[in-house]
C-alpha cells in the first residue's frame, strides 16, 4: 500500500480523501489544522495541529515513510503550502496540489480588488455603509478601526472576542449557500458592500452571483502567490492524477 498524507481544510479535501480511499489500496491519512471548533467528519484518519514549519512536515513525511504529499489546502493558506513545497524537497515526496481557480469577474461585476484586510477597510472609505464581511475570525479584527459602518459577520466559528464596533450582526454559517438565499440575506440586511475572498469553487459563488444582480460592490482580496507544483484543478482531475501516480511502471509505458 502507498501512503497519502492529505493536507486539507477544503471541502474538496474531504471529497478527494473518500475518493482516494474508495480505491482500497491507499493509506491516507488527512491533516488538519485544528483551527476550526466542531470540524465536519472525516473519511479518512485524521491527524490534526501544525507541524512545526516546512522542516517539521519532512520529518513527519519521513518518519511516517510516506509516498505522496497532496496540498489540498485552501487557496488563502499560502504558509501551509509553502511549507508543503520545501517539505517535499527536502524529504524527497512527490507533491501535487489542487489548486481550485479563483473567480473571474464577469459583465455586471462591481469587483474593488484589495491585497490584505487593512487594505479594504481603507477601501470601505468614510461614508458610513452596510457590510457583510464574509472573512475568517483572523481577518475580521481590522475592521474595528472602521467604526462607522454597520456589520454583518458571517464565519464557521464565533467571533471572539467580539468585534469593538456599535453596530454588528453576527452569522453562524459554513457553506455552501444558495444564490436564492444571499441574495435574500443581502436585501433583508440592506448591504451595500460585501468583503470577501476570491475563494473560487460554487459552495461560496452565491454572494458574488447574487451581489451582481443587485448591483452591490464587492471589495475581494487578491490570490496570494503560491509555489508552482504540479497540480490539478478539482477532484477529479486530481485523483486521475493519483491514479497515474499509483499505476505500476508497466501501465504508465515507464
Ligand atoms: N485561510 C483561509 O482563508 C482558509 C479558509 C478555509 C479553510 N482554511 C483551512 O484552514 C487551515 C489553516 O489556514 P491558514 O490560513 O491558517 O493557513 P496558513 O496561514 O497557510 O498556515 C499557518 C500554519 O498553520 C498550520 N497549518 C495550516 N494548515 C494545516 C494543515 N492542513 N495541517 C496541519 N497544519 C496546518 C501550519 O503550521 P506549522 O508551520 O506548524 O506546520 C502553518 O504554517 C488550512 O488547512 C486551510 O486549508 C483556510
Known amino acids: 500500500m502507498k501512503t497519502v ?5 477544503t471541502t474538496e479535501a474531504r471529497q478527494l480523501a473518500a475518493r482516494l480511499a ?43 515513510k ?13 504558509r501551509i503550502s509553502a511549507n508543503a513545497a520545501e517539505a517535499s524537497r527536502i524529504a524527497g515526496v512527490p507533491i501535487l496540489a489542487l489548486r481550485r481557480p479563483g473567480w473571474e469577474p464577469v459583465d455586471g461585476d462591481r ?39 454597520g456589520y454583518v459577520i458571517r464565519s464557521v466559528d464565533p467571533i471572539e472576542p467580539p468585534l469593538g464596533v456599535p453596530d454588528a450582526t453576527y452569522i453562524l454559517a459554513r457553506g455552501p449557500f444558495r444564490e436564492a438565499d444571499e441574495r435574500a ?22 454572494k458574488i452571483a447574487a ?15 503560491l509555489p508552482e507544483v504540479l497540480s490539478a484543478p478539482d477532484v477529479t482531475a486530481m485523483a486521475e492524477m493519483v491514479d497515474h501516480f499509483v499505476a505500476p511502471a508497466e501501465k504508465r509505458g515507464v
Not at 66 to 78: M, V
Not at 186 to 206: P, R
Open 22 to 64: 474508495a480505491r482500497g489500496d491507499l493509506d491516507i491519512t488527512l491533516s488538519l489544522a485544528g483551527r476550526t471548533e466542531n470540524p465536519v467528519a472525516q473519511p479518512v484518519p485524521v491527524r490534526t495541529g501544525g507541524f512545526g514549519g516546512a522542516q517539521g512536515l519532512a520529518d513527519w513525511l519521513a518518519g511516517h
Open 211 to 225: 451581489a451582481r444582480q443587485l448591483g452591490i460592490e464587492v471589495i475581494l482580496f487578491r490570490r496570494p502567490q
Open 185 to 206: 440575506l443581502l436585501e433583508a440586511q440592506k448591504i451595500d458592500v460585501i468583503v470577501a475572498k476570491n475563494s473560487g469553487g460554487q459552495a461560496t459563488y452565491g
Open 66 to 78: 510516506t509516498d505522496l504529499l497532496i496540498d489540498a489546502t485552501h487557496p488563502y493558506a499560502a
Open 5 to 9: 498524507l492529505i493536507l486539507g481544510g
Open 111 to 149: 469587483w474593488t480588488l484589495v491585497d490584505d484586510a487593512e487594505a479594504a477597510v481603507d477601501a470601505l472609505g468614510e461614508e458610513p455603509r452596510r457590510v457583510f464581511l464574509a472573512l475568517g475570525r483572523q481577518e475580521v479584527a481590522a475592521f474595528e478601526r472602521a467604526h462607522q459602518h
